[in-house]
């Protein structure tokens, strides 16, 4: 198989930010895949949470941009108890969620709900929900 | 000694049944406690950046009104509630500057080091009351009945507040065999059901939940057993949309486990609320005979 070669310059100031919002070192990721087996919503992630550390190693935040992962990311933890590495991935993902909510940039809308859904949704899956996916 | 329990905001609305049937428990199995006054919303997920403490407040609040009451103990029933408030607790015990910043910020409250020990009702059933003790109380075995015990995300990660261990847990399989119940182990125990992916994303997690109830259903549950009011969204009011859906879905049961406890501590199954559970879970309790047919 041919290797294409590609040129790409790494975005320092974003993987930064990333650091200093998780406070996390993804540069201690051996790409073990652990926790992309782990991921429960992994059918529906665009980028698997390893692939989210090796692109973070690199920089390439327009890559990063355009995935939906961590804004289908559920927080549910299992890959960072399993991580061999000791690194909190689920903390990376808040940070790359956090890194655009605070832009004010909202990932839904709270007014967009219906009546029915306001009225059927228990407390706790709109206030979670609110404080994970809008700014 | 009395203890603080904190409700939470879901308990007092949608999830009456847990908090209704705990409490009942509670007199049952005579824990001495108070409902916290004053008690703000935790939050529901702890914040997992490291330059925001301001979500760190409102618990932080909730565990500085305990110490006030001089209680050394807070129980919680919604496993997110317990999450939250004994993460903020770990921080507020282990992290001297952030404990600095966040005392230092609230300066009408009184500083707070993490003096209060944060529980959830299935550790204090083990640690405090104990298995044998419980089973010694027991007026109703729930003999036959095959419960899935479902744990979900945050009773069990991250490990620092884990009621125990975080892959192979074993707390509420012990807890239904106390209340006499055929317990059914099943690899989903610990998935999570999609959390509030059911605002961002509910097709994913409707997909997610559908997995897990098919997995119990396969390995022979005839009913769920959780703690968490998100879990029970996801995993019991939305079994409509699962089974209109996913034509191999099957509908099963779903039960706070303290519902269980409730019925099988002989307590009148009002303060259980079933009426907020599907309609078939009062109906398997009523075929089982561990409830009369009255209840509702
Ligand atoms: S489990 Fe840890 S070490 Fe393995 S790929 Fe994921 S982040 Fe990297
Ligand atoms: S925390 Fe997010 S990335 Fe990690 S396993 Fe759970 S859903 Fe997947
Ligand atoms: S975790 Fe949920 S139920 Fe508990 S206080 Fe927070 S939002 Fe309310
Ligand atoms: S399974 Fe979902 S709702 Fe239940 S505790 Fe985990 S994240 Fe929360």
């Known amino acids: 198989m041919p290797l294409e070669i590609i040129k790409f310059s790494s975005d320092e100031k974003y993987k930064k930010k990333v650091m200093e919002i998780s ?36 920089g390439v935040k327009e890559e990063l941009d355009k995935s939906n992962t961590p804004w289908t990311c559920a927080s549910c933890h299992t890959c960072m108890v399993r991580c061999p590495r000791g690194i909190d991935i689920a903390k990376v993902m808040e ?41 | ?10 308990l007092k609305t949608k999830a009456k049944n847990l908090e209704r049937s705990a409490l009942a428990c509670f007199d ?142 074993t707390i509420m399989q012990t807890f239904l065999e106390t209340l006499g119940t055929t317990v059914v182990n099943f690899p989903s125990a610990t998935v999570c059901c999609g959390s509030y992916q059911v605002l961002g994303n509910p097709d994913a997690a409707l997909k997610v939940s559908h997995g897990i109830l098919n997995d119990a259903v396969k390995h022979g549950a005839e009913a769920l057993a959780l703690a968490c009011p998100l879990c029970d969204y996801n995993l019991g009011f939305r079994q409509d949309a699962i089974l209109n859906n996913f034509p191999d879905a099957r509908e099963i049961p779903v039960y706070y486990f303290t519902q269980l406890l409730a019925v099988a501590l002989g307590t009148d199954p009002a303060v259980s609320h079933f009426e907020l559970n599907r309609a078939g879970s009062v109906q398997l309790l009523k075929s089982k005979k561990f409830i009369s047919g009255t209840a509702s």
């Open chain 1, 23 to 58: 406070g996390q070192n993804f540069h201690k990721c051996y790409q073990c895949g652990t926790c992309s087996g782990s991921c429960p919503m992994a059918e529906h992630l665009t980028i698997l949470p390893r692939r989210v550390m090796a692109l973070l190693q690199l």
């Open chain 2, 1 to 10: 000694m009395k203890i603080s329990y904190y409700p939470g905001c879901t």
């Open chain 2, 28 to 169: 049952v199995l005579g824990i001495d406690y108070e409902e916290l006054p004053r008690w703000n919303c935790c939050g529901a997920v702890y914040s997992l950046a490291d330059d925001d403490l301001l979500h760190i407040i409102a618990p932080v609040r909730d565990l500085i009104r305990v110490k006030e009451r001089g209680h050394d103990t807070v129980m919680t029933l919604c496993s997110m509630c317990y999450n939250t408030l004994a993460r903020a607790n770990e921080l507020m015990k282990n992290d001297e500057k952030k404990r600095y910043t966040i005392n230092t910020f609230m300066d009408e409250e009184p500083d707070y080091a993490g003096e209060v020990k944060v529980v959830h009702f299935l550790d204090y059933l083990r640690d405090v009351i104990g298995w044998d003790k419980l089973r010694e109380q027991i007026k109703v075995p729930l003999n036959d009945l095959k419960v899935a015990p479902y744990y979900g995300c945050t009773l069990l990660r991250p490990r620092e507040v884990a009621l125990d261990h975080p892959d192979n847990p």
């Open chain 1, 95 to 135: 940070a790359l969620r956090l890194i655009r909510l605070r832009q004010n940039i909202n990932q839904i809308e709270p007014s967009n709900l219906t009546k029915k859904e306001i009225v059927g949704l228990p407390q706790i899956a709109m206030v979670s929900g609110f404080r994970k996916l809008t700014s």
